[in-house]
């Protein structure tokens, strides 16, 4: 009588050969057919290579890969390689992401702080009572007019992203918490929160930014400093920034960081309007803090041109906190390093006078600082420039600068007749943004990307596509695969805002509070225990 032979009896080449062919799905649903079934589709090693071949960049892959195997051996007492534990669960864990991801459907969406709307359609803060609220101490700067009109219907389209009232780095995410009455930052992964020591009391948050482990929170005063004329009022604006710092060997339901104070610095030396005329764009880095000022001629004599400056800091010295600010604060402080008028930035090609085209600013470590500026043939509004001959359909230019010092500038441009492919501007040597890339509109005009950004070590990438009709859709792609899906919003009224995130979690504003669309179901405690042995996964 012949001899039925099953699939885990075959010789290992056999085996393998047909096992390739298997998605990580249906090496899943094969455990299920019986329990040799189940021991050979569980096998470590067997499992690491279908981990390697089809996700090898998911996060997981990457730290096993990359640990130390004397690591592993002090947590199980096994090899890394043969670890059903170790490779099982990421296995496992990786395999239900990427799917949820290629779905376009979050496994599982959790909310924190509250909703804001805004005050009759502006961003002064509530009267009376509520006005004492965290939330409502918030303003954000101003940002350019300029949309795009729909030619059927004349429905004008937004370029630009309202910009967020919280801020999101590396898996931190600092928001106004209501309940606290303070600011908050919160730990995604482990989902615990540390409070930011800043004092919200008499004063008016304009923007808060994380990044380099530095966070900071642009603010101005309550009370105006002196009347600018008959219609507007000036409050004094300043900055101030906090170290976040990881906490060693803490328990698990506390926090891991701790954000301390570092320093404080005014940053005009007479102040802005609460208003949407006023516009600056700033970044940092940990050591330096750049801002562009673009303000509205106000003058009495009749001058057109707006004012521009721009300043950089250096803000890698601490400061008391109780030191008086403006000029009296100390040498050891924030002090500033580079400072360019109108005139200056004339010479640079960089001034944007009445039609600017100025989008963004960025540092490269602690060399140079870029300025972005786009624009496209299509754009209307207030502060769209059509006066430089441009005739591309959109283009991108970014000039770079020394930060001390005038010495070269360098430059890049792209537009409609590149060849470039659409990407984030940022170049893979050193994470450097020194790159034009026509990324809003290049290959998908006349629909526009509104905001692109992606997790670079895992080759996925989020963007934000808007339709000349229709809303707003959120979009994932895999740059190692080639696929792209549309994410299902279906219980998120996404308040059309800028998001942030990565391959596990997405953090978008909405109707309800910042909802953070979770592609991992849960956070399992199997890498929390990890945690003591390997230091690699905490990072």
């Known amino acids: 009588m012949a001899v039925v032979c099953d699939l885990p009896d075959l010789p290992t080449d056999l085996f393998l050969i047909i096992t390739r062919l298997l998605d990580p799905v249906d090496i899943i649903r094969c455990r299920a057919v019986s329990k040799a079934w189940h021991k050979e589709f569980t096998d470590g090693p067997f499992l690491r290579d279908v981990l390697i071949k089809n996700y090898g960049r998911g996060r997981e892959v990457r730290f096993l890969l990359g640990a130390n195997p004397d690591l592993?051996?002090?947590?199980?007492?096994?090899?890394?390689?043969?670890?059903?534990?170790a490779w099982g669960y990421a296995f496992d864990k990786v395999t239900a992401r990427y799917c949820a991801l290629r779905s376009g459907k979050p496994r599982l969406t959790t909310t924190c702080g509250q909703s804001?709307?805004?005050?009759?359609?502006?961003?002064?803060?509530?009267?009376?009572?509520r006005d004492q609220n965290v939330q409502d101490r918030q303003v954000p700067?101003?940002?350019?007019?300029r949309y795009l009109r729909n030619g059927r219907d004349k429905m004008r389209i937004a370029v630009d992203l309202i910009e967020n009232r919280w801020t999101y780095d590396s898996g931190l995410l600092v928001y106004a918490d209501v309940t606290l009455q303070a600011y908050a930052l919160l730990d995604i992964e482990s989902n615990t929160t540390a409070i930011v020591p800043f004092e919200f009391v008499h004063r008016i948050v304009r923007r808060v930014r994380l990044q380099?482990?530095?966070?900071?929170?642009?603010w101005a005063e309550k009370e105006p400093y002196h009347n600018l004329n008959d219609h507007e009022q000036v409050?004094?604006?300043?900055?101030?920034?906090?170290d976040v710092v990881p906490i060693e060997g803490c328990f698990p339901w506390l926090s891991r960081w701790n954000v301390t104070y570092r320093s404080e610095w005014k940053l005009h030396y007479l102040g802005f309007p609460l208003n949407q005329r006023d516009v600056w764009f700033s970044t940092h880095s940990s050591t330096y803090y750049a801002i562009y000022i673009w303000q509205p001629n106000r003058s009495a004599w009749g001058e057109d041109e707006p004012i521009e400056s721009f300043f950089i800091w250096n803000i890698s010295q601490p400061s008391t906190p109780d030191h008086p600010l403006g000029n009296g604060q100390p040498r050891t402080g924030p002090h500033v390093v580079q400072k360019l008028c109108y005139r200056d930035l004339d010479h640079l090609t960089l001034r944007q006078r009445d039609t600017p085209f100025l989008r963004r600013i960025e540092?490269?470590?602690?060399?140079?600082?870029?300025?972005?500026?786009?624009?496209?043939?299509?754009?209307r509004g207030l502060h769209v420039g059509h006066q430089r001959g441009i005739i591309e359909e959109y283009w991108e230019r970014v000039v770079g600068i020394p930060i001390v010092g005038y010495g070269p500038r360098w430059e890049d441009r792209c537009d409609n007749n590149s060849d470039l492919a659409a990407a984030s501007?940022?170049?893979t040597e050193n994470g450097s943004p020194k790159r034009a890339t026509c990324w809003r509109y290049s290959g998908v005009y006349p629909t526009i990307r509104s905001q692109a950004f992606q997790d670079e070590p895992a080759g996925i990438e989020f963007y934000i596509m808007q339709k000349t009709t229709g809303m707003r859709e959120i979009w994932i792609t895999s740059k190692a695969d080639g696929w792209k899906t549309k994410l299902d919003m279906r219980g998120v009224d996404w308040e059309w805002t800028a998001i942030a995130g990565n391959e596990r979690w997405l953090v978008v504003q909405s109707l309800a509070g910042i909802s953070i669309l979770r592609f991992?179901?849960?956070?399992?405690?199997?890498?929390?225990?990890?945690?003591?042995?390997?230091?690699f996964l905490a990072q």
Do not use: M
């Open 72 to 85: 592993f051996l002090n947590a199980w007492g096994t090899s890394p390689l043969g670890s059903l534990s």
């Open 116 to 129: 804001w709307q805004l005050h009759n359609n502006d961003w002064i803060p509530f009267p009376g009572k």
């Open 141 to 145: 700067v101003g940002q350019w007019e």
């Open 212 to 218: 380099h482990n530095l966070l900071i929170i642009e």
């Open 235 to 242: 409050h004094r604006h300043f900055a101030t920034a906090f």
């Open 363 to 379: 540092l490269d470590g602690d060399g140079c600082v870029y300025f972005f500026e786009e624009g496209c043939s299509g754009e």
């Open 425 to 427: 501007a940022t170049s």
């Open 520 to 535: 991992d179901k849960d956070n399992l405690p199997g890498w929390r225990q990890l945690r003591p042995a390997t230091d």
